[in-house]
């Protein structure tokens, strides 16, 4: 049997999907060690991007500091961070790690969004009396948006991949799945493995993609009944 009859013979097995050690409960761990990551990387990120680019201030530094974290390996951080005393507290070496991973593309797409902000409307709704708050909340923010939850989108992904890493550590989620498979010297399971992560990546790529294309105006950038008027300017 060829090795994609392997894979398809390891997948369509029940007992590979059920138990403590099954797929579902692998899923299941690998989600919420997404989801966890991905909510506390939102919550340092998009703060400081937010406050940056409104105050047009520290944010090219701030940005340039995210990409140099690009260039460091997740896995190398994880291996530093075992090496200090978090390295005996669990799974917050693999979280840290993880939360560091995601921040770059969160800081640099809010704060790009933000400054890509029309200037002329920035000024629009400053003459008309509005305070910062307003300004960012009613203005800015919605209107930069749709970059925010690119940047949201490229880290929930990346995540999803990255998170595999958590297994070479002892932790859960679907790359326990691959080392076990190279335990037990089984290519079938070791590429089932990595074709499950790969489709939940896409899967999370697509809700993403969905959200924003199906989702409420404000959530594309448009002020309420600009798609509308766009629609009927059309059929004029």
């Known amino acids: 049997m060829s090795t994609l009859g392997d894979v398809w013979a390891w997948l369509s097995t029940g007992a590979h999907w059920a138990g403590e050690n099954g797929v579902w409960h692998r899923f299941t ?53 075992l090496l200090t005393p978090l390295g005996r507290h669990g ?28 200037r002329s409307v920035v000024e629009a709704a400053r003459g008309m009396g509005m305070s910062g708050g307003q300004l960012v909340w009613r203005v800015e923010v919605p209107l930069a948006l749709p970059l925010v939850l690119t940047g949201v989108r490229i880290a929930a992904v990346q995540l999803v991949a ?46 993403f993609e969905a959200a924003q294309r199906l989702g409420p105006a404000w959530v594309r950038g448009q002020a309420p009944g600009q798609g509308r008027k766009a629609g009927r300017g059309r059929a004029r």
Do not use: K
């Open 29 to 81: 761990e690998h989600l919420l060690l997404t989801v966890g990551c991905l909510l506390a990387s939102c919550l340092i990120a998009l703060p400081v991007a937010v406050t940056l680019g409104h105050l047009g201030r520290g944010g090219a530094l701030a940005v340039n500091l995210a990409n140099v974290g690009r260039a460091v390996p997740t896995f190398a951080v994880l291996v530093l961070l």
């Open 91 to 118: 799974d917050w070496p693999t979280f840290i790690a993880l939360v560091l991973f995601a921040l770059p593309p969160l800081l640099t797409n809010a704060y790009v969004g933000m400054r890509g902000v029309d």
């Open 162 to 207: 990255t998170a595999t890493l958590a297994a070479l550590v002892g932790g859960g989620g679907l790359g326990r799945i691959i080392t076990a498979g190279f335990n037990l010297a089984s290519t079938p399971q070791v590429v089932a493995g990595a074709v499950i992560v790969a489709v939940f990546a896409l899967l999370m790529e697509a809700v």
